[in-house]
């Protein structure tokens, strides 16, 4: 079964610096990948999927970006943090099996001050 | 387009008594995945269950009960006998069809409180 790797488990971070989120995923090959973000008190807004190496798909407008530079990782990433980018971060893959759904990260919990 | 509706924000109830939490979807989809995950205050997600949109059987797991009805495009899940370590925020999800994105859309949650 697929195992999915995040660091840092904790972040804080200075408004206007850069961000490096970083995913990896172990017992799989070619899996989607997903980034979702988690505001204080909300619910989970998809913000990137990656169907494959390179291919970055934006689901909503912000201050970030994704990339997937190999088959196994997946990248989220800020030039510039502003404090709306506060949140809990999680990365996803679909579990492999019909029975059951998709596997998340434990989350990076990023604090912008 | 898809979309989850959790309408109980906040749900709080004593130790022992059943609870239910109910999630509306909405797709144009004919084949698609119904979920419902469990996120404890460490904050990871914990899969509960997944549903086929053509399996309307519905399911007993213990305690845990999901009524899946697509007449009124509702997938509700039902604590039997509440304990105070089912305190959490419930999400109900929605997944298109497997295909090239395959994109969850997530509910915005119920916290439920379970109170000793």
């Known amino acids: 079964s697929q195992t999915i790797h995040q660091w840092p488990a904790t972040l804080v971070q200075p408004v206007g610096s850069p961000l490096s989120l970083e995913c990896t995923v172990e017992?799989?090959?070619?899996?989607?990948l997903y980034w979702y973000r988690q505001a204080a008190g909300r619910g989970l807004q998809l913000l990137f999927y990656?169907?494959?190496?390179?291919?970055i798909s934006s689901e909503v407008p912000q201050n970030l970006s994704a990339s997937r530079p190999q088959d196994r990782q997946f990248i989220l990433s800020s030039k510039k943090l502003l404090l709306s980018d506060s949140g809990f971060y999680l990365c996803?893959?679909?579990?492999?099996?019909?029975?059951?759904?998709?596997?998340f990260g434990s989350g990076t919990r990023l604090t912008v001050v | 387009a898809q979309k989850v509706t959790q309408a109980q924000t906040e749900i709080s109830v004593v130790e022992k008594e059943d609870v239910t939490l109910d999630c509306v979807y909405e797709?144009?989809?004919?084949?698609?995945?119904l979920f419902w995950y469990k996120q404890p205050p460490s904050g990871e997600l914990v899969f509960l269950i997944r549903?086929?949109?053509?399996?309307?059987q519905n399911e007993i797991s213990g305690r845990y009960s999901w009524n899946f009805q697509k007449s009124t495009s509702s997938f509700n899940f039902t604590i039997t006998a509440s304990q105070v370590v089912d305190s959490a925020v419930y999400f109900c999800?929605?997944?298109?069809?497997?295909?090239?994105?395959?994109?969850?859309?997530f509910g915005s949650g119920t916290r439920l409180s379970i109170r000793p």
């Open positions: 996803a893959c679909p579990n492999e099996g019909p029975r059951y759904g998709y596997t």
């Open positions: 017992g799989t090959s070619n899996p989607n």
């Open positions: 990656s169907v494959g190496i390179g291919q």
């Open positions: 797709t144009r989809d004919t084949t698609y995945y």
């Open positions: 549903r086929n949109s053509f399996d309307e």
């Open positions: 999800a929605l997944s298109e069809a497997p295909s090239s994105a395959s994109k969850i859309i």
